[in-house]
């Protein structure tokens, strides 16, 4: 079992989960964890890290298998990151991260993808 804590949120999770705690000035913190199912699925669970002062800047914080970690950031932060091949699969432990989209994916090795005209 492990333990984070996302805002003043404490998540206990399976070791083999992954987790990601993204805290966005306007929105506050979001927690999700991803888990490996049985059958070869996923089960992921997620809530609201409570927080009195949001941060100035976004602050992302994931546990675990690095593509499962980005996409659960990419749906909070709505913004899709590119995992390079050869960091797919890596599995990282905790490490928390400051600033925009574009410093989050520079400092985590990652690349933004180009955002679709609506």
């Given at each position: 079992?492990a333990?984070?804590?996302?805002?003043?949120?404490?998540?206990?999770?399976?070791?083999q989960?992954?987790?990601?705690?993204?805290?966005?000035?306007?929105?506050?913190?979001?927690?999700?964890?991803?888990?490996?199912?049985?059958?070869?699925?996923?089960?992921?669970?997620?809530?609201?890290?409570?927080?009195?002062?949001?941060?100035?800047?976004?602050?992302?914080?994931?546990?675990?298998?690095?593509?499962?970690?980005?996409?659960?950031?990419?749906?909070?932060?709505?913004?899709?990151?590119?995992?390079?091949?050869?960091?797919?699969?890596?599995?990282?432990?905790?490490?928390?991260?400051?600033?925009?989209?574009?410093?989050?994916?520079?400092?985590?090795g990652?690349?933004?993808?180009?955002?679709?005209?609506?």
């Open positions: 079992m333990t984070q804590t996302c805002g003043k949120t404490t998540v206990t999770y399976e070791s989960c992954s987790y990601s705690c993204c805290c966005l000035p306007v929105s506050g913190c979001r927690w999700t964890v991803s888990c490996p199912g049985s059958t070869g699925g996923t089960t992921t669970t997620s809530g609201t890290g409570l927080i009195s002062t949001p941060p100035r800047f976004p602050v992302v914080t994931i546990v675990g298998d690095l593509e499962t970690c980005i996409r659960m950031v990419s749906k909070v932060m709505k913004q899709k990151f590119i995992v390079p091949r050869e960091l797919q699969g890596t599995r990282i432990r905790k490490r928390t991260v400051h600033g925009t989209p574009a410093e989050i994916a520079a400092a985590l990652l690349r933004l993808a180009a955002k679709r005209k609506p």
